[in-house]
């Protein structure tokens, strides 16, 4: 079974930190879901903010 890699670009990044506006509520500071899946068209990457549980669609089409 081959793994797949799936990175954040710097730009998506930026991005990120632009959208932003939530304070993570426990000690790892952790607040983002990141959801990537493959189509056949391309690949959906969603970022989930787990304290407000709004979503920010990075996907490239």
Do not use: H
């Amino acid at each position: 079974m081959s793994g797949r890699i799936f990175e954040i670009t710097e730009e998506m990044e930026q991005k990120i930190i632009d959208w932003d506006s939530c304070n993570a509520k426990d000690v790892t500071g952790a607040k983002f879901a990141y959801i990537f899946i493959p189509t056949g068209i391309g690949l959906v990457v969603k970022v989930q903010c787990d304290v407000c549980k709004r979503e920010l669609d990075l996907s490239d089409w």
